[in-house]
């Protein structure tokens, strides 16, 4: 049966379907503790093959389909997104998509220059955020387990601001006992510019990073931190479903978010599907399996046959593992979130 176009759909706890996060690829050439260990992501790890990940006509297709059931936003995630060549194209072809308002990108910034970021703004791209987990070389090297340096993360920052890839953002995830001494003068280093820096509390994603709960630093502790020097006044979302809490300084120096995945779970606020680079749909981010978009599509799926079973597969939805988590509920150990069988972060997009 056709599905008319424009058909808005919510999940079971009656959250809309409005954000896209699509892995463009599993490979990074960073190998963050938290996110892509070394140790498990060495160069016998099995990444996609070129022939299992979706084309750029491939990934198109799905956004648009996303969009008739409501999608407004799009993030390209990774792995690191500008390892995949001629990532403008796709750009501007979901810039093209009808009901696309927004494409996004989050990136480490090692490969964004002046030059690039110029080449993505021309495409279409909208904004970008910018992982950036200290200022002090010895740290993020620690930290990123790569050969970059602080001042190429700050260029690629410089060159998002000059190219209007704004609002820029800088992410820190911050652990404790490695960063958050950090925390301080990161804020510092972006007051007053337009970056609107956010930290992150260290999540439990996929099953590889070690995460214990005691290396978490709460966002509040954080904002304590931060508004002991700066006053700070909380301010309302952007938009339904923003997940970073957002604190202006108070002397007008710009603002900074937080997001508190683990102390403050925003579950029952979670908008965003997320695409992997092979073509999984998931529906929440510590997920454990998802709909597999690129088999139908290379069955010879039409359009309204992939608006029709992701409509199915977010009506379904019921995902809440954070609030879960911060309950220390037994669900967790149910098949959605088994934690050996996630979804790995390169492969999930964040």
Same mark, same amino acid.
């Given at each position: 049966m056709a599905v008319r176009k424009?058909?808005?759909?919510?999940?079971?706890l009656g959250r809309p379907l409005q954000d896209l996060r699509v892995s463009v690829t599993d490979r990074c050439n960073f190998r963050c503790t938290y996110c892509m260990p070394r140790a498990v992501f060495g160069p016998d790890y099995p990444f996609f093959r070129s022939d299992e990940v979706l084309t750029f006509d491939e990934i198109? #297709?799905?956004v648009r389909a996303c969009a008739r059931l409501g999608v407004r936003k799009v993030r390209l995630t990774g792995g690191e997104p500008l390892l995949r060549p001629g990532l403008e194209q796709l750009i501007a072809a979901l810039r093209?998509?009808?009901?696309?308002?927004?494409?996004?990108?989050?990136?480490?910034?090692?490969?964004?220059?002046?030059?690039?970021?110029?080449?993505?703004?021309a495409a279409g791209l909208d904004r970008v955020t910018i992982s950036l987990?200290?200022?002090?070389?010895?740290?993020?090297? #620690?930290?990123?387990?790569?050969?970059?340096?602080?001042?190429?993360?700050?260029?690629?920052?410089?060159?998002?601001?000059?190219a209007g890839l704004t609002p820029v953002k800088v992410n820190m995830v911050v652990i404790r006992g490695i960063n958050e001494h950090e925390v301080?003068?990161?804020?510092?280093?972006?007051?007053?510019?337009?970056?609107?820096? #956010?930290?992150?509390?260290?999540?439990?994603?996929?099953?590889?990073n070690?995460? #214990?709960?005691?290396d978490v630093v709460a966002a509040a502790e954080i904002l304590d931190h931060i508004s002991a020097r700066w006053p700070l006044e909380?301010? /309302? /979302?952007?938009?339904?479903?923003?997940?970073?809490?957002?604190?202006?300084?108070?002397?007008?120096?710009?603002?900074?978010?937080?997001?508190?995945?683990v102390t403050q779970p925003f579950c029952q606020g979670c908008t965003r599907a997320r695409l992997t680079a092979d073509g999984q749909l998931y529906t929440c981010l510590f997920g454990t399996a998802g709909l597999s978009l690129r088999s139908l599509l290379r069955q010879g799926a039409s359009e309204d046959e992939l608006v029709s079973l992701i409509r199915e597969t977010w009506s379904a939805r019921a995902d809440r593992y954070s609030e879960l988590r911060a309950a220390g509920a037994n669900g967790l150990e149910d098949g959605r979130y088994e934690r050996s069988r996630r979804v790995e972060m390169p492969r999930i997009g964040g």
């Open positions: 424009g058909v808005r759909v919510s999940d079971r198109v #297709r799905i093209s998509v009808e009901g696309i308002d927004e494409v996004a990108m989050t990136t480490n910034g090692s490969m964004l220059d002046d030059r690039r970021a110029r080449m993505l703004k987990d200290s200022l002090d070389d010895a740290v993020v090297r #620690r930290l990123n387990d790569a050969p970059v340096s602080v001042r190429q993360i700050l260029a690629a920052v410089a060159a998002a601001l000059a301080v003068p990161l804020a510092e280093q972006f007051r007053g510019t337009g970056v609107i820096v #956010r930290f992150i509390e260290y999540m439990d994603v996929g099953h590889s070690g995460w #214990r709960r005691e909380p301010m /309302p /979302p952007r938009y339904p479903g923003e997940v970073a809490s957002r604190y202006r300084y108070l002397d007008g120096a710009g603002e900074i978010g937080v997001i508190a995945s």
